[in-house]
């Protein structure tokens, strides 16, 4: 239930979820900064319990503090404002766990009112962060200890340009993954779909994507550029559909289109082809080749190298989570131009607009390889 301090509850299903994700908890402290009724903390008692855990909460709300205080009289629990630098130095837990932190778990909320952000320091820094990344920026710099975060951010955080350079600043010094997408309706009340998130501890291995990824990494002297393509054709205006590659297309009929218009509007290249509108969907994410015409409800992203073009789609299948976070909207879901930039550039590449009909121009990244995709 949507409390009037924008508190909301997390299903038990979904705190067991959370739970499960966490890895080797055996002993010292599970934090939750914005606990409420510690559904988190209690699912982690259920799934990893043992005598040599200690459960950590705060919470803004001094009524569900008092509450949690009774029920869990051995935890240590206390009011405080995360993003209050005072309160949160007089909250016991946030102390606590300033030298002596295991694991954190969050949902924190995820309302952004004003759209003016919180403003904080961070590793010498001011940023204005989005206030669900704000939460968890506070909790990775006051619990430093823990070597594992797990919890829920709303779909969209990394494709946030407001947010961005902080992912990017974290994914140096930690591993980040996106463990799963949670559709809309999974929160009561909640309109707004989540990801499932990790984030490691200091030095446990950078990167976006989970270990066991199979596409090749990108090499430094690869470029990165990509052109990304909206495509032009209104299908109602288009007598020849059977030359179009629009939405439907994608996934299994994708081959029953016919290749080599000698319309201006084609694309050419070697290219991967997703929606711009509709419910994600991994299948729609395809690699082809040859000269195509695509409605304007089609993105084509073409890369310089055939390799990096294999790779770049072989990232967006692995990363699809992360990829589909950028579908929004409150008729059908959506993918912009601008968080579909803000998604490749988290994925280490370089991205610029082009038409259907330019020529893949010359390499703007730096790198040294400008082998043509064929």
Not at 31 to 53: I, R, Y
Not at 201 to 226: F, I, K
Not at 272 to 299: E, H, N, W, Y
Request: aromatic share 4%; proline share 6%.
């Amino acid at each position: 239930m949507r409390s009037a301090l924008d508190q909301v509850d997390t299903p038990v299903r979904i705190a067991r979820l959370i739970a499960e994700q966490l890895i080797d908890v055996d002993s010292g402290r599970v934090f939750d900064p914005t606990v409420g009724e510690g559904s988190l903390l209690l699912a982690v008692q259920e799934v990893h319990g043992n005598g040599a855990l200690e459960y950590v909460g705060a919470d803004i709300d001094r009524h569900r503090v008092a509450r949690l205080r009774e029920r869990q009289p051995q935890w240590i629990v206390s009011e405080a404002n995360a993003l209050d630098p005072k309160s949160r130095s007089q909250s016991r837990a946030w102390r606590a766990v300033q030298t002596s932190c295991e694991a954190v778990v969050f949902n924190p909320p995820f309302s952004f009112r004003g759209n003016g952000g919180v403003r904080l320091e961070l590793g010498g820094v001011q940023r204005t962060l989005s206030p669900a990344t704000a939460y968890v920026a506070l909790s990775l710099d006051v619990a430093k200890p823990a070597r594992q975060m797990i919890g829920i951010l709303p779909a969209g955080s990394f494709a946030n340009k407001r947010d961005l350079e902080f992912w990017e600043w974290i994914e140096r010094q930690r591993s980040l993954e996106v463990l799963r997408s949670l559709p809309r309706g999974t929160f009561p009340g909640v309109s707004a779909s989540s990801l499932l998130i990790r984030i490691g501890g200091v030095n446990s291995g950078a990167g976006r994507l989970p270990p066991n990824r199979t596409a090749p990494p990108l090499q430094p002297n690869e470029c990165v550029c990509v052109d990304v393509i909206r495509g032009r054709v209104q299908v109602h205006r288009h007598q020849e559909l059977e030359t179009l590659v629009h939405t439907r297309n994608l996934g299994a009929d994708l081959d029953s289109v016919r290749r080599g218009s000698l319309d201006p509007r084609a694309v050419e290249g070697r290219v991967t082809l997703l929606p711009r509108v509709g419910k994600p969907d991994v299948r729609k994410v395809q690699i082809a080749s040859g000269r195509m015409l695509l409605s304007d409800c089609v993105f084509a992203l073409r890369a310089l190298d055939r390799n990096v073009a294999d790779r770049l789609h072989e990232l967006l299948l692995e990363s699809f989570a992360h990829l589909a976070s950028g579908y929004a909207g409150t008729g059908a879901p959506h993918l912009t131009l601008q968080r579909l930039e803000v998604i490749l550039r988290f994925l280490g590449f370089e991205p610029r607009q082009a038409g259907p009909s330019d020529m893949m121009s010359e390499c703007s990244c730096g790198s040294q390889d400008r082998t043509s995709a064929a």
